[in-house]
């Protein structure tokens, strides 16, 4: 891992493939969250809804890029967060996580690291778009 006050402008993060999102992760994501809409896990009800399976809970993928990046910059770090969804997950869908370091700002005591993520599906369409900041000890 990088140390904190190495991290420029314009640095990339490595590469992340979360790898097929199975429908136990979509499960298992509900019970934690407590989001136990039948559209994310019931195919008869998904269906009668018009989508070709359950779809994934929009925070599955947006929660585990943002967690990718606050694993690389440190968790107690993060200081704000903001996503955007751009597609809708399924299972058996794969995913890739991106991620650049747009700014870095020096204040008296703090420095500030912002970032700008993505996750793709394996064939390139762009699931969510995040931007996090993260605050650590000046350079």
């Known amino acids: 891992m990088k140390p904190w006050g190495e991290w420029r402008v314009g640095d990339a993060?490595?590469?992340?493939?979360?790898g097929e999102v199975t429908r136990t992760d979509v499960v298992r994501y509900q019970?934690?969250?407590?989001?136990?809409?039948p559209i994310h896990h019931?195919?008869?009800?998904?269906?009668a809804a018009g989508y070709e399976a359950p779809l994934v809970v929009g925070m599955?993928?947006?929660?585990?890029?943002?967690?990718?990046?606050?694993?690389?910059?440190?968790p107690e770090r993060t200081r704000r967060a903001r996503i955007r969804w751009q597609a809708r997950v399924w299972p058996g869908d794969r995913l890739v996580f991106t991620g650049k370091v747009t700014a870095r700002h020096e204040d008296?005591?703090?420095?500030?690291v912002e970032v700008e993520l993505a996750c793709h599906k394996d064939d390139g369409e762009l699931c969510v778009t995040a931007w996090m900041t993260f605050a650590g000890p000046p350079a």
């Open 42 to 47: 019931d195919e008869p009800f998904a269906r």
């Open 13 to 18: 993060l490595e590469t992340n493939h979360l």
């Open 31 to 37: 019970g934690a969250s407590g989001d136990m809409n």
């Open 108 to 112: 008296a005591g703090e420095s500030r």
């Open 60 to 74: 599955f993928q947006a929660g585990a890029l943002c967690a990718w990046a606050a694993g690389i910059f440190g």
